[in-house]
């Protein structure tokens, strides 16, 4: 197709290619939001930042080079990019940032760099092929629904650095068979594993006192689960429709346990109620 160079910026426009002359240094916000037919695009070395929602809805964009000078990448950067199949994150990289890659529904992986601290909400929420993922150690907090609906995600480790899941985490995460929790790990949030239908055993961490509401619920092959001593609180259907889970032991120190905590738990054959409950 023909090149379209456009004098008073630089930039090459071929049909569905974008070539960025060297002297621009960051991608603003919106940049090539909707480009549709957007299929390459050739960033400079000089790039340092790419803006909130800068390749939104790029969906025949299959690939990305990220310059090595990249330190941040913008909220929703790349979300709704349904052909994105792999992309490099540069080591400057210290934080995914909200709903950076939501929608990324081919998205089958991605390596990231060892000075990440934060995933963000919504990080990866969406990514239904994304089977594995590792993640450093340096990683202090996971937030709310990072990995909502990675459907294809089998396992996941969780480095001890690790303090802070937020709700809906893993919610949908029907493949997920097992998970090892951090030490540091003081509360299950609301709908963490809500429907992950595969996970059959977890261990919790013993410093871990409170499991939110539906934390569990729905994981229809969990049947094994312990439950720490310093747990005082177990929130309302925190798990509901377990239908596999067989038997529970409830800590001494548990006062308060929600409603309908154990609806539909149909194997159920034995749980004990200590004295320390509140009715």
Do not use: M, Q
Not at 40 to 48: E, F, H, N, R, V
Not at 184 to 207: D, H, K, M, Q, V
């Amino acid at each position: 197709s023909k090149n379209i160079a456009v004098p008073d910026d630089g930039i090459i426009y071929f049909r569905d290619k974008v070539v960025l002359p060297d002297c621009v240094t960051r991608v603003n916000d919106r940049a090539f939001a909707n480009c549709s037919s957007l299929k390459s695009i050739i960033l400079p070395d000089g790039i340092t930042k790419i803006g909130e929602y800068a390749f939104f809805g790029c969906r025949a964009l299959p690939s990305i080079n990220l310059p090595d000078e990249i330190t941040k990448i913008g909220e929703h950067a790349f979300s709704g990019c349904s052909s994105l199949v792999s992309i490099n994150l540069p080591y400057g990289i210290t934080k995914i940032c909200w709903g950076t890659f939501d929608g990324c529904r081919v998205l089958s992986s991605i390596n990231l760099p060892d000075g990440i601290k934060r995933i963000g909400e919504f990080a990866f929420s969406g990514c239904s092929s994304l089977s594995s993922i590792n993640l450093p150690d340096g990683i202090t907090k996971i937030g709310r629904s990072a990995f909502y609906g990675c459907s294809s995600l089998t396992s996941i480790n969780l480095p001890d650095s690790i303090t802070e899941i937020d709700w809906e985490t893993f919610s949908g995460c029907i493949l997920l068979e097992s998970i090892i929790l951090p030490d540091g790990i003081a509360e299950i949030g609301r709908r963490t594993f809500y429907c992950c239908n595969s996970l059959t055993a977890i261990n919790l961490p013993g410093g871990i006192t409170k499991i939110g509401s539906e934390a569990f619920s729905r994981c229809g092959s969990l049947k094994l689960i312990n439950l720490p001593d310093c747990i005082t609180e177990i929130g309302r259907e925190a798990f509901s429709d377990c239908s596999s889970l067989t038997l529970i032991t409830l800590p001494e120190r548990i006062t308060e346990i929600g409603h309908s905590a154990f609806r539909g738990c149909s194997s159920l054959t034995f749980i004990n109620f200590p004295d320390s409950l509140r009715y």
